[in-house]
């Protein structure tokens, strides 16, 4: 059996492992290890292989950044922010048709801005935005939905965990990845926006009958109190990667102080919950840097088998060219996400494209916003949409079922699908911002 076929068979029996639920990583790892064990013909070659493989992840020096960023996000969130985020929002579209849903957007952009985890914002706008949206008279099921799909968010807009593992696999800057990520996250924010605004005035059964009255506005002092410290998180952290003054370790780092120093500062932050953000940072950051080992060993099986090699090959003997090539990838990432959460499918997808997109020239940063846009829409698409997943564990309310969820969100995924299609028409909504490209 040549490398070739080795390679293919334990791509489709990690599919197998995948599809019957196993975890991820170990799929990867297992397969990997039998997968470099056959083609090298020694398992103690196979074990140093993958081990060096491991060795070569964790090493990284971007690897700090994942801990940084997810400590960040956890101790924004427990420290109130996203409700501070919500009432500003709230209060900056109380006027318009909808504008509790468009506030919840808009709070969630914001929010996405500090903590990079759309995880986060499903759990933390379940609390605060669905019960405020369903007493001013919005039905359930569109509450819901605005919040899946504003949640998605955090993963675009900068700091994205997402672009972080992206980063990683293909060895880009993730400063520019960040820089990148604004274009398309805003657009998506002004899509969402308007969006809701369209099915307040044109489908009312479907949004509900929220009140005329709107929210009550914010003093001066009361937008400052709520907001500043918002802003300066914001400013600290991409201000400081964008113009240079911190690289992003250095910004993870810094967000951190300055979102425990606001925690402290407000008395909103105690000793105990920074125990229990502790504890969950560990949690998540242990299961990132599994599944990046893993990644890296999957890259370096791939690698031997000339799996990678093979497909570009086919990919240009068949002709498929630049549009027939990004348009089965973009398909195969939606339809994935209908399985799998997002950080599987890049580990899985994003090596072996990689070999099979570099030598048509195109570019790797723009492909990343692509690849996180593609797998996002996995998010609020059923039978594995986590975000859905997350909202309904959160919920207190049994009458919202699964079902309910999926169908509010799923308006959104359609407006994620035009700024995708857009994204690939017109390259420089994610490039536009970096210089030279």
């Not at 960023?69 to 579209?93: C, K, P, Q």
């Not at 907001?227 to 370790?249: N, Q």
């Not at 791939?302 to 348009?327: E, I, K, Q, R």
């Not at 994935?336 to 072996?352: C, N, Q, T, Y």
Request: aromatic share 8%.
């Amino acid at each position: 059996m040549t490398p070739f076929e080795v390679g293919l068979l334990a791509l489709a029996a990690m599919g197998v492992l995948v599809l019957v639920g196993l975890f991820v990583p170990i799929a990867l790892m297992l397969c990997s290890f039998v997968g470099v064990w056959a083609i090298k013909g020694s398992p103690v070659l196979a074990s140093k292989l993958l081990a060096l493989a491991a060795n070569d992840a964790i090493s990284n020096y971007f690897f700090g950044v994942v801990p940084l960023f997810v400590l960040m996000g956890f101790i924004v969130s427990e420290a109130g922010l996203g409700r501070d985020a919500y009432d500003v929002a709230n209060a900056a579209f109380r006027r318009l048709k909808g504008g509790l849903g468009v506030g919840t957007v808009g709070a969630n952009a914001i929010f996405a801005a500090i903590t990079g985890i759309s995880i986060a914002s499903a759990a933390v706008f379940t609390k605060i935005a669905v019960p405020q949206m369903i007493r001013h008279g919005y039905a359930p099921r569109f509450a819901v939905g605005v919040v899946a799909g504003s949640s998605v968010l955090g993963m675009l807009i900068p700091p994205s965990l997402l672009l972080i593992l992206y980063g990683i696999l293909t060895e880009q800057s993730i400063g520019d990845l960040f820089i990148a990520g604004v274009g398309p996250g805003l657009l998506l924010s002004l899509f969402f926006g308007l969006g809701i605004v369209a099915m307040a005035v044109l489908t009312p059964g479907f949004v509900g009958r929220p009140s005329d009255t709107p929210a009550p506005p914010l003093s001066p002092g009361e937008v400052a109190s709520k907001g500043g410290p918002i802003a300066t998180l914001i400013l600290l952290v991409l201000g400081g990667i964008y113009t240079g003054i911190f690289t992003p370790v250095e910004a993870g780092a810094m967000g951190a102080i300055g979102a425990l120093v606001i925690g402290f500062a407000r008395r909103t932050l105690t000793l105990r919950k920074l125990w229990t953000v502790l504890v969950e940072t560990g949690l998540v950051t242990a299961s990132v840097c599994f599944l990046i080992i893993a990644a890296q060993m999957y890259s370096r099986m791939l690698a031997f088998s000339g799996v990678p090699t093979g497909l570009g090959s086919f990919a240009a003997t068949a002709d498929l060219g630049y549009w027939g090539l990004m348009l089965l990838y973009v398909a195969v990432l939606v339809g994935l996400g209908m399985i799998l959460d997002s950080s599987s499918i890049m580990l899985i997808l994003v090596p072996l494209m990689l070999p099979v997109v570099t030598p048509m020239g195109i570019d790797l940063i723009w492909f990343g916003i692509v690849t996180v846009l593609a797998v996002e829409i996995g998010l609020l698409t059923p039978p594995f949409g986590i975000s859905v997943y997350v909202i309904k564990s959160t919920l207190d309310d049994a009458s919202i079922t699964l079902g309910d969820i999926f169908r509010g969100a799923a308006p959104f995924a359609f407006l994620m699908a035009v700024v995708l299609a857009l994204t690939l028409i017109f390259p420089a909504i994610a490039t536009g911002l970096l210089p030279g490209r």
